[in-house]
């Protein structure tokens, strides 16, 4: 019975194999003429059989080079792998197109495609953004390059979104710093720095309001777990930081716990002020009594 089946199965995968190898794709492809590939490809092309389209295109362009199909079976050949979301070797694709027919009608439309297929590559803004940054340089270099192109408008948003993927990327990163900072005192400086860094980069953003606290209670935190000889410089810095938070959010949800921070650090600096002149009055205490160790003074008798 098993053997049976296996016969079947066996039956079936080998006459899909001759009606597949009997197809006119397949004979198109063994036994067709150059200009029968051209011409089949790019019926395939128009019918959105990316893929049969695909294989022909890239069988020719070593073939076509230098005729005049050439330009455009590359520059079908791009799109072939663009709508096979091979996003990737698209871009690479279209790089090369522009690149090589820079004069071409087709040039300005490669170059676009080159950034768009960059931006289909981009990852959530939870991973790594490096290819964000690509396809927002490449977005932004075809305006530079074609500031009238009917494609301007769409480069605009484009960029203003891969701008908002960084803008969250940097945000959770500048929040795992504050988060972790119970871990490791070094996570408290850290998160004091990316959130500089953050309100540097993206000035306007709506997450400012709440780092700009969130930098104040990690200066703070860092403050509390400091050596006492750092405790009373970074109180100073968490109370210049609270000042500049309620100067530019006096209305935040987050004011009074920051004034907390701020009244706590004021009074610390206080004691460790305080404590720095009694241990300098002590000082100059000793430095005043005489030494018991000193031979005594030898007066000559009359």
């Given amino acids: 019975m098993q053997q049976r089946h296996i016969s079947k199965f066996l039956l079936g995968t080998l006459v ?7 197809s006119p794709f397949s004979k198109l492809q063994k036994s067709g003429t150059d200009d029968e590939k051209y011409k089949g490809a790019v019926e395939y092309y128009k019918k959105g059989d990316w893929y049969r389209a695909g294989l022909l295109f890239e069988e020719l362009i070593p ?3 230098g005729s005049t199909e050439s330009e455009m079976a590359q520059f079908y050949y791009a799109y072939t792998q663009y709508h096979q979301q091979q996003y990737l070797l698209s871009a690479t694709l279209f790089k090369k197109f522009y690149e090589t027919f820079a004069r071409s009608d087709y040039a300005q439309e490669a170059m676009y495609m080159y950034a768009y297929s960059l931006y289909k590559d981009t990852p959530s803004f939870n991973l790594d953004q490096s290819n964000t940054l690509t396809a927002s340089s490449a977005l932004q270099d075809f305006v530079n390059a074609y500031p009238d192109s009917k494609y301007k408008d769409d480069c605009t948003k484009l960029i203003l979104e ?4 960084l803008e969250q990327k940097a945000y959770e990163k500048a929040k795992l710093y504050y988060k972790t900072s119970g871990f490791n ?7 004091v720095i990316a959130i500089n860094n953050f309100q540097k980069e993206f000035p306007d953003s709506e997450y400012n309001e709440e780092l700009a606290f969130l930098k104040v209670d990690a200066e703070f935190s860092l403050a509390q777990n400091s050596l006492e000889s750092k405790q009373k410089e970074r109180y100073q810095e968490a109370m210049n930081y609270h000042q500049a938070f309620v100067d530019k959010y006096p209305n935040s949800r987050f004011v009074k716990q920051s004034e907390k921070m701020y009244e ?14 009694e241990r300098e009055q002590e000082k100059q205490k000793l430095k005043n009594q005489p030494d018991p160790n000193r031979p005594a003074k030898v007066t000559a008798a009359n």
């Fill in 16 to 22: 899909v194999f001759l009606l597949g190898s009997c």
């Fill in 264 to 277: 706590t650090s004021q009074k610390e600096i206080e004691r460790l002020v305080k404590l720095e002149q």
């Fill in 185 to 191: 005192i070094a996570s408290y400086k850290s998160s």
């Fill in 63 to 65: 073939v076509l080079k």
């Fill in 162 to 165: 891969l701008r908002k993927k």
